[in-house]
């Protein structure tokens, strides 16, 4: 079987699993939080404006809403973490363009499915912060990732594998580790097949640094 159309099959199922986890989290958060909030509302004084429901609301159901906005904060960190690796992906490989269009709508109605309430306001904050402590983390990465790229010099080995009975298989693994390798598309790597103690090893090594 094809070491990379199994991984991508993994991978495919991985991100299917996320989202499954995310949906049912996301189903069960709502049902309880908007079961609570029918209740909290009923007693509000809907002649008040917006903002003094608000208070009203907070002032009376403080702890649960805490707890409800805590909650919130942390599914929507990661639901948006999630959707920019899910970004990621489609930007990598387009064979998964309509999952990936799928996946974002799903995950963008799910965060967004909180404001309109009394407290969407708040909900809507949460929301911008959370997005924002997700660009600052993809912002970091990429910080780190293009400094690791500048830490590469040509010719530099990065990756031994072996030993393999036979030199088919030293270059099979070499290519499939190479073709798994093309998010850091400023490095091109090269393969050296050698043979020690009757068994053979494939050195991967930096064979160009794109400019």
């Given at each position: 079987m094809d070491t990379t159309a199994t991984s991508n099959r993994k991978?495919?199922?991985?991100?299917?699993?996320?989202?499954?986890?995310?949906?049912?989290?996301w189903i069960g958060y709502l049902i309880k939080f908007?079961?609570?909030y029918e209740e909290a509302y009923f007693f509000l004084d809907k002649r008040l404006s917006l903002f003094l429901q608000l208070l009203s609301f907070?002032?009376?159901?403080?702890?649960?809403?805490?707890?409800?906005?805590?909650?919130?904060?942390i599914l929507m960190s990661i639901t948006l973490f999630f959707t920019y690796?899910?970004?990621?992906?489609?930007?990598?490989?387009?064979?998964?363009?309509?999952i990936v269009q799928l996946f974002l709508v799903i995950n963008l109605i799910s965060c967004l499915s909180l404001i309109f309430n009394v407290a969407g306001i708040v909900?809507?904050?949460?929301?911008?912060?959370?997005?924002?402590?997700?660009?600052?983390?993809?912002?970091?990465?990429?910080?780190?990732?293009?400094?690791e790229?500048?830490?590469?010099?040509?010719?530099?080995?990065?990756?031994i594998k072996g030993p393999f009975e036979t030199e088919e298989q030293a270059i099979k693994v070499a290519v499939d580790f190479i073709t798994q390798w093309q998010e850091k598309e400023k490095l091109i790597l090269g393969e050296e097949i050698y043979?020690?103690?009757s068994e053979y090893y494939a050195s991967i090594y930096i064979e160009t640094i794109k400019k």
């Open positions: 991978n495919k199922w991985r991100f299917y699993s996320i989202q499954a986890i995310l949906s049912i989290s908007y079961t609570f907070l002032h009376d159901n403080w702890m649960e809403s805490f707890i409800y906005f805590i909650v919130s904060f690796l899910v970004y990621l992906v489609d930007k990598k490989d387009q064979r998964y363009k309509g909900f809507f904050i949460l929301f911008v912060l959370a997005a924002s402590l997700v660009y600052i983390i993809s912002i970091l990465a990429a910080i780190g990732y293009r400094k790229e500048i830490d590469y010099e040509e010719g530099e080995v990065i990756e043979r020690e103690d």
